[in-house]
């Protein structure tokens, strides 16, 4: 029997033939996932949920930057207060119209209640956070406790504003005084707890090691261990 010929294309072509590829099929490098779904692990990756970040690795550089935040934030509410003092005491301003920055633009016992309850929750979130880190048993106990301090403080603070908004609504006073500017200057107290709440969340935050964190955040350093 004749064995059967061969083609004319295989005589002509030596080349060997590879099978066609699929275009869609590529060869994956396992130095490098093939996509960004594949680098999560403990809740890091490109495509990390708020949630994700708050529980996974790198959990506590989180925390330390959304305290810093916080105080950065406070910082600026506590010149309001600082510029409010000044237009009173040194510049001879009224005290109905004296509402430091912002205060002299929009209604002054609004924007102060609407900041003081903002921060107070930040305080409390703060917190939770911490303890859900480990508390005590992995962050500095004075640290620890100048952030409870001020967490307290400020629960009263934002109780005090409640009590002005309230006052304004029922009296249509334009500055007043709250339960504390009863027994005390309104304007010098609430400098002062304002400077307080501000001073306590900064001194947990040094001891928590969060000044370099937020150093680095803020100038786009690589954080040792960041995915």
């Known amino acids: 029997m004749d064995e059967p010929r ?52 790198n959990s506590r550089r989180y925390l330390l930057i959304f305290l810093g935040t916080a105080v950065v934030i406070q910082g600026l509410h506590d010149m309001e207060h600082i510029v409010q003092s000044i237009q009173v005491f040194y ?34 979130w703060a917190v939770a956070w911490v303890y859900g880190l480990g508390g005590f048993r992995k962050f500095d106990a004075a640290g620890m406790w100048t952030l409870l301090i001020a967490a307290g403080i400020q629960a009263y603070h934002a109780v005090e504003h409640i009590l002005q908004v309230s006052q304004e609504a029922a009296t249509g006073t334009q500055r007043p005084p709250g339960a504390i500017g009863l027994i005390g200057d309104n304007i010098i107290a609430h400098l002062i707890l304002n400077t307080v709440v501000f001073v306590l969340p900064l001194f947990s935050l040094w001891r928590f090691g969060g000044f370099k964190v937020m150093w680095d955040w803020v100038f786009r350093r690589p954080y040792p261990g960041a995915v």
């Open 6 to 57: 061969a083609s004319r294309m295989d005589l002509q072509s030596p080349r060997r033939r590879t099978p066609a590829r699929d275009s869609r099929s590529r060869p994956i490098n396992p130095a490098k996932p093939a996509s960004p779904w594949d680098a999560r692990k403990d809740g890091a990756g490109p495509h990390e949920s708020i949630a994700q970040k708050m529980r996974g690795k």
């Open 91 to 124: 510049l001879g301003v009224p005290r109905a119209q004296a509402g430091g920055l912002l205060g002299s633009v929009f209604d002054f016992p609004m924007v102060h209640f609407a900041y003081n309850i903002l921060f107070f929750v930040a305080l409390t």
